[in-house]
Nanobody
Framework: QVQLVESGGGLVQTGDSLRLSCAAS??????????MAWFRQAPGKEREFVAA????????IYTDSVKDRFTISRDNAKNTVYLQMNSLKPEDSAVYYC????????????????WGQGTQLTVSS
């Protein structure tokens, strides 16, 4: 019954900012009991870790390529996690996926039980 739905993707130019959202539905208080994360996958490449956040927002982790530009946050009252992306580059172009699990945040995609369908981000030069 649980579903994760990403939104907020689109077409932007280099240097622009964009905010992605991931809303959980189907279970009351789902977000307050799950670590959540963002992954991305570009054409011809494997899905890679972007950022993760603990159930209460107390711990966050980022991949090095986005550490100084992206911020992950959450609003458990809305069962939603966000990814604020600044100073976007063409190499950020990918389908961005939201993931969740009851375990602590991890870089490994196998550690996440629930996945959304993804939202497309395209950054032009």
């Amino acid at each position: 019954q649980v579903q994760l739905v990403e939104s907020g993707g689109g077409l932007v130019q280099t240097g622009d900012s964009l905010r992605l959202s991931c809303a959980a539905s189907g279970r009351t208080y789902f977000a307050s009991t799950h670590a959540m994360a963002w992954f991305r996958q570009a054409p011809g490449k494997e899905r890679e870790f972007v950022a993760a956040i603990s159930w209460n927002g107390g711990t966050t982790i980022y991949t090095d390529s986005v550490k100084d530009r992206f911020t992950i946050s959450r609003d458990n009252a809305k069962n939603t996690v966000y990814l604020q992306m600044n100073s976007l580059k063409p190499e950020d172009s990918a389908v961005y996926y939201c993931a969740a699990d009851r375990s602590r945040p991890t870089l490994n995609r196998s550690g996440y039980e629930y996945w959304g369908q993804g939202t497309q981000l395209t950054v032009s030069s």
